[in-house]
């Protein structure tokens, strides 16, 4: 079954971590780009941070949104087929449903509509 899956939100405190992991299935996901994005209640979805598919042997293009930029960063395992998503110094409002998906062109892009496939999205919650 083609499908990525998301894990690893939480509740955490002000200037907490976590790791959000996109587990992929039914395909190879270095074959792909991948975004990360998010949704707050009332809020439009907004993207988070970028990793383009496999340049030559192992060179990746990352890119983050101003926002979260010195804070976030994204990266792969290629032997799990899992991407992370490390989240530092969180705020609260990095607070939202958190989303992986995958993209089938070359480089990084924050414009939702080219991805394909989406994850079920995972819970981050900033708040002492």
């Known amino acids: 079954q083609v499908q990525l899956v998301e894990s690893g939100g939480g509740l955490v405190q002000p200037g907490g971590s976590l790791r959000l992991s996109c587990a992929a299935s039914?395909?190879?996901?270095?074959?792909?780009?991948i975004g990360w994005f998010r949704q707050a209640p009332g809020k439009e979805r907004e993207g988070v941070g970028f990793?383009?598919?496999?340049?030559?042997?192992?060179?990746?293009?990352?890119s983050y949104a101003d926002s979260v930029k010195g804070r976030f960063t994204i990266s792969r395992d290629s032997v799990k087929n899992t991407v992370y998503l490390q989240m530092n110094s969180l705020k609260p409002e990095d607070t939202a449903v958190y989303y992986c998906?995958?993209?089938?062109?070359?480089?990084?892009?924050?414009?939702?509509?080219?991805?394909?496939?989406w994850g079920q999205g995972t819970q981050v919650t900033v708040s002492s």
């Open positions: 039914g395909f190879t996901l270095d074959d792909y780009a």
């Open positions: 990793l383009s598919r496999r340049y030559g042997r192992s060179v990746y293009r990352d």
């Open positions: 998906a995958r993209g089938s062109f070359f480089g990084v892009s924050g414009d939702y509509d080219l991805y394909d496939l």
